[in-house]
């Protein structure tokens, strides 16, 4: 009776694990929204080894045959796939809905990476092209979804490690792994996500931290510049250290005093929070 309980108990805890969405955790360390939708878990996928899944119509698909877990690489184990050997071509599929209440606002999807080149396609409509098998990047998909509405999204991933053309790090270039060269990464291997962003939201900052001035320097850059105002709160824990406000222009500057700033230093890992 205790065997089986036991037996029982981890089955159930695998359940539960495999249930949840994979590396479900903000993916940036930074410029953490509130409406977001982690798009990791199950996609349908296919290898396209013969480079005729375009001619054959795979951007506009509602579903390949196989079954892969991203963000996880085709090439591992916890993907659902495992397969070692050389990948030229792989397709994704899966379906994204779009909330409701994200009405009036730009929604953005995000890719950690993808290796090497994609392609992105909703509905079978050209989203956009990336090149570069290690850097994140988005696409503004406003245009090409509904409100309230499910889409087929579709992501062709591209490889010819081979060719010298792209960078390796420490894939090999033969088949099996071999001297401190290892099994290659295709496709799809870090978090996948949508998020929901005002039209004049901010897109980008560029902090300096001026510790011979004690401040910090805050450079926004916005999707769409606005009347609106910005505003920029600096805490030490729980405590407010400083706040300021300024237009909502690209040509603005925020600074912000920090009298004896808090260092970071390995001894004291300290790190401020930033809001704006």
């Not at 792989?90 to 994609?118: C, E, H, K």
């Not at 079978?124 to 290690?134: A, I, P």
């Not at 696409?139 to 889409?151: E, L, N, Q, W």
């Not at 600096?234 to 706040?243: I, M």
Request: charged share 20%; with cysteine.
């Amino acid at each position: 009776m205790k065997k089986t309980a036991i037996t029982l108990f981890f089955l159930l805890q695998a359940a539960c694990l495999f249930s949840q969405i994979p590396r479900p955790e903000y993916p940036r360390p930074q410029f953490e929204r509130t409406d977001w939708i982690n798009l990791n878990g199950e996609w349908t996928y296919t290898f396209d080894f013969g480079a005729s899944g375009l001619e054959r119509g795979y951007a506009g698909s509602k579903g390949f045959d196989g079954k892969i877990i991203v963000p996880f690489a085709p090439e591992s184990k916890l993907s659902g796939v495992g397969h070692t050997d050389f990948i030229g071509r792989i397709w994704y599929q899966r379906t994204i809905d779009i909330p409701a209440d994200w009405s009036g606002r730009n929604v953005m999807l995000n890719f950690g990476a993808v290796y090497y080149t994609s392609e992105v396609y909703v509905d079978g409509r050209f989203v956009g092209r990336h090149f570069g098998g290690s850097t994140s990047f988005s696409y503004d998909i406003t245009a090409f979804v509904k409100p309230g509405g499910s889409h087929s999204l579709v992501v062709f991933a591209t490889s010819d490690l081979r060719s010298g053309k792209q960078t390796a790090g420490k894939q090999s270039l033969q088949y099996a792994s071999h001297s401190c060269d290892y099994t290659r990464t295709t496709g799809i291997w870090q978090t996948v996500w949508m998020e929901a962003v005002a039209p004049e939201a901010l897109a980008r900052v560029q902090m300096t931290t001026d510790i011979d001035q004690q401040q910090l320097i805050v450079a926004p850059q916005f999707f769409r510049e606005s009347p609106n105002t910005l505003r920029v709160t600096l805490r030490d824990g729980g405590k407010v250290v400083g706040t300021r406000q300024v237009r909502a222009s690209n040509s603005s500057v925020v600074v912000i005093p920090v009298k004896k700033a808090r260092l970071w230093c390995p001894e004291d890992p300290f790190l401020y929070d930033l809001t704006y």
